[in-house]
């Protein structure tokens, strides 16, 4: 049971390129979740779905695409990469919403330069 | 006002020592709330969720003021493995359930 898994771990952009973080969860959870985090800001997130085939928007989409087109995995994409994506992109999964638990996967480290 | 408040520390402690973080929240429909542990260059980890009438875990324990609308943890007997960032995270319906992180608070037990 690897539980929420993310590739790749770190990955080095310029600005203007494209990129797709892989998200697996091996838990049949329903609910799964991308965030970003920055220092002194917290986590954020930036889409979310809630089934197979659903994504909606978070606090902070714009830049950002998403798809769940199996429900163990949820991808996200940068179209056209800029420096202000420079973050800590975690992916987490939960079996109900907000009042469960999230499990969260050990974070990718993406640098724009 | 941020949704969720919490003192980014750090908290230098000995160990042995006793301590507690409190954590705000602006919105009064909040309904679940959590402490998750985030390790150093990790992922967070749900430490312990905080009921209305409160909770213990061994040496943890978490409690709710709804009216003062604040959420604490305190630790007993700080061991070094207890150093990390505690999250405290709130969560409210508001479309698919909100749910908000706060910055975190980082305390470091020094043997």
């Known amino acids: 049971n690897a539980g929420v898994t993310q590739t790749p771990k770190f990955r080095v952009l310029k600005t203007g390129q494209s990129m797709t973080l892989l998200c697996a969860q091996d838990m049949n959870h329903e609910y799964m979740y991308w965030y970003r985090q920055d220092p002194g800001m917290g986590l954020r997130l930036i889409h979310y779905?809630?089934?197979?085939?659903?994504?909606a928007k978070g606090e902070v989409p714009d830049g950002y695409n998403v798809s769940r087109l199996k429900k163990q995995n949820f991808l996200l994409g940068l179209e056209s990469a800029a420096p202000s994506q420079t973050s800590v992109y975690f992916c987490?999964?939960?079996?109900?919403?907000?009042?469960?638990?999230?499990?969260f996967g050990p974070g990718t480290r993406l640098t724009v330069t | 006002r941020k949704e969720v408040e919490q003192d980014p520390g750090p908290f230098n402690v000995p160990e042995g020592a006793t301590v507690a973080f409190n954590c705000t929240y602006s919105?009064?429909?909040?309904?679940?709330f959590f402490w998750y542990r985030q390790d150093c260059r990790k992922e967070p980890k749900l430490l312990m969720s905080?009921?209305?009438s409160g909770n213990e875990d061994g040496r943890f324990t978490a409690q709710l003021n709804r009216a003062s609308q604040y959420i604490s943890l305190l630790i007993r007997d700080s061991k070094l493995s207890d150093s990390a960032t505690y999250l405290c995270v709130v969560s409210r319906t508001g479309g698919y359930q909100k749910v908000t992180f706060g910055i975190g608070t980082k305390l470091q037990v020094i043997p």
């Open positions: 779905s809630v089934g197979e085939g659903t994504t």
């Open positions: 905080v009921y209305s």
């Open positions: 919105n009064s429909a909040s309904q679940s």
């Open positions: 987490a999964s939960s079996y109900g919403p907000g009042w469960d638990e999230q499990y």
